[in-house]
Every structure is written in structure tokens, then in C-alpha cells.
Nanobody
Framework: QVQLVESGGGLVQAGGSLRLSCVAS????????MAWFRQAPGNEREFVAA????????YPADSVQGRFTISRDNAKNTVYLQMNSLKPEDTAVYYC????WGPGTMNGYEYEHWGQGTQVTVSS
């Protein structure tokens, strides 16, 4: 079983940056493809980015390409989401998710484990 705890959210002005972290429990972190999703009030959950179990493959959504970077440190059981050039439409609760040996899919139903989420608010 994997437990995920996100941190790093907060309030930032448009154009600013934040770095989210997600720490995973357990010894098999390096076996999981990790991803970030987000959900704004009244909206469906949206895929943000995924990183392969090795960290070599990264798969950002078109909406964040060039602004957000996903990475991981398997020695620290941690996945990161560096968010730059933030926009008000990036405001959402951001969730970390894990998929055992997954392909980095955008489909949230493929991910077996989820964190509780961290709020990101971008003011205009």
C-alpha cells in the first residue's frame, strides 16, 4: 500500500511560481509511475503531468507544457511539480497519484493511489 502526502500549495500572484511536493510511503516508490492531477470547483478532474518510474519519461498536458515541470527523486520517495508563469486558470486543488508500473496515462482511473490534495490559488 502506498500513501501519498502533498505539500507546497498556497496563494500566488499571476506570473509567479510554486513547487509542489508529494512524499510517498513504502519501499516500492520506484515501481510507480507518478502523476499530478488538478480539479477546480465545478470542473472535472484534469490531468496535469506524469513521470515514469525511472524519471526519464515525462508527459505534461498541453495546457501546462513549457510552464510546469514534473520530476522525481526515488531516493527521497518524492515527486515534484514545478509550476512557473502561473495563471488564474491554474487555480485548483492539485492531487498526486500513483500507478504501479503504469504507462503515464492521462486517465485518472488507471491510478491506484491518491493523495488528499493541496490547494493552489493564483490571483490576477
Amino acid at each position: 500500500q502506498v500513501q501519498l502526502v502533498e505539500s507546497g500549495g498556497g496563494l500566488v500572484q499571476a506570473g509567479g511560481s510554486l513547487r509542489l511536493s508529494c512524499v510517498a510511503s513504502g519501499r516500492t516508490f520506484s515501481s510507480y509511475t507518478m502523476a499530478w492531477f488538478r480539479q477546480a470547483p465545478g470542473n472535472e478532474r484534469e490531468f496535469v503531468a506524469a513521470v515514469s518510474w525511472s524519471g526519464v519519461g515525462t508527459y505534461p498536458a498541453d495546457s501546462v507544457q513549457g510552464r510546469f515541470t514534473i520530476s522525481r527523486d526515488n531516493a527521497k520517495n518524492t515527486v515534484y511539480l514545478q509550476m512557473n508563469s502561473l495563471k488564474p486558470e491554474d487555480t485548483a486543488v492539485y492531487y498526486c497519484a500513483a500507478d504501479l508500473w503504469g504507462p503515464g496515462t492521462m486517465n485518472g482511473y488507471e491510478y491506484e493511489h491518491w493523495g488528499q490534495g493541496t490547494q493552489v490559488t493564483v490571483s490576477s
